[in-house]
């Protein structure tokens, strides 16, 4: 399964252990399931999310991805679990403190992860809103005041998202009727050739100033090999168009996977070079690197991949590392833009808010 799929299984086997140990200090629970059946089934729950993994993981088979997905869903949910009984625990002292009052508060717990996790299902089975935004960018020419872009990120096209799921959003776009589209990475989950169909599918989308593209840190398997190029679709690796006159699109490949395996320089500079006076608008799947655009005078960056932590409260870990996380920001002159992302990865959860597709109209200062 590979090292980020061992570390999956890691976790899904630790959030088991912690649930399942302190769901059967209720006695409630006790009293009505025989120890070897409640064994039995945290037996198989944990090979069920082993062979979701493991089969399901790419597979071209309708049946390995349902398992793959309740799989992800269970870890999702196990995860509110423990985050409700952890809260429990640390307000008990883990059992020592109010020790009767304690074992019905963990069975309250319980309640409260499972109806969290089934709001979160119900959030991420929704179809991602169109979020409105409008923004004054420096050196915009008063005649392409009201100029609209799309910005979709975070697609995750492969075995979870389909098609289906794909043709629905194409609709959406063009519902909109936007000027420019931007497709901010993480397109395709990265895992198999047939993704390549769904991102002709996608290619189907049109806007008067083009639909533009950069890869994200799940591109890296096929950003390489020109599968985004092939499907039709005009990226922008480090480098940087005119789209229209006193109008510049820079987009860089994914910051996150650059900073991962270490490769030094100076993506944002490379994206600028030979741009002409007026507007620039800078598209990068990671929120990183937004003071250097700002000290090169970008005046609207666009970005995505934090998925807006998708699992509350999942989501103060990711602003560790992404301080950013989602939504409007403002750096320096530059303003932010960070998109939750139209779809999601792993579950089909999200709590709490649902995926968004950003509408952004840009407006002249003077």
Request: aromatic share 8%; glycine share 12%.
């Amino acid at each position: 399964m590979g090292i980020f799929g061992n570390l999956l299984l890691a976790a899904w086997t630790l959030l088991q252990l912690y649930v399942f140990g302190r769901a059967w200090t209720v006695p409630a629970i006790r009293r009505r399931i025989p120890r070897a059946a409640y064994l039995g089934v945290a037996t198989a729950l944990w090979a069920f999310f082993a062979l979701g993994r493991l089969l399901g993981h790419g597979a071209q088979w309708r049946g390995a991805t349902q398992v793959e997905l309740l799989g992800l869903s269970l870890l999702a949910t196990l995860f509110l679990c423990a985050t409700a009984l952890l809260a429990v625990d640390l307000v008990t002292g883990f059992g020592f403190l109010m020790r009767r009052r304690s074992l019905a508060l963990r069975s309250w717990a319980l309640a409260a992860g499972m109806a969290l996790a089934l709001v979160a299902l119900v959030q991420g089975l929704r179809p991602p809103v169109v979020e409105p935004y409008e923004v004054r960018v420096p050196g915009l020419a008063a005649n392409l005041d009201g100029t609209v872009i799309l910005a979709l990120s975070d697609l995750h096209l492969g075995s979870l998202l389909d098609g289906a799921w794909l043709d629905a959003r194409v609709a959406q776009v063009d519902a909109e009727k936007p000027d420019l589209v931007a497709l901010l990475g993480d397109l395709v989950e990265g895992h198999g050739a047939a993704e390549g169909a769904l991102l002709r599918r996608l290619s189907r989308i049109r806007a008067p100033l083009g639909v533009w593209a950069v890869t994200g840190n799940h591109e890296r398997f096929t950003s390489g090999d020109g599968t985004l190029e092939r499907a039709g679709l005009r990226v922008l690796h480090d480098h940087g168009e005119e789209i229209a006159p006193g109008l510049f699109l820079a987009g860089i490949d994914d910051l996150t996977s650059r900073r991962r395996s270490g490769v030094a320089g100076d993506p944002v500079g490379a994206a600028l070079t030979g741009r002409p006076p007026g507007a620039t608008v800078l598209l990068s799947h990671s929120p990183l690197e937004t003071e250097a655009a700002a000290r090169a005078d970008v005046g609207l960056m666009l970005a995505g991949h934090t998925h807006g932590g998708q699992v509350w409260p999942f989501g103060y870990l990711v602003r560790l590392s992404y301080p950013l996380l989602a939504g409007r920001f403002q750096v320096g002159a530059m303003t932010v833009l960070v998109s939750r992302g139209a779809g999601t990865w792993g579950p089909r959860m999200r709590l709490w808010s649902p995926g968004e597709i950003l509408r952004v109209t840009l407006r002249a200062t003077g």
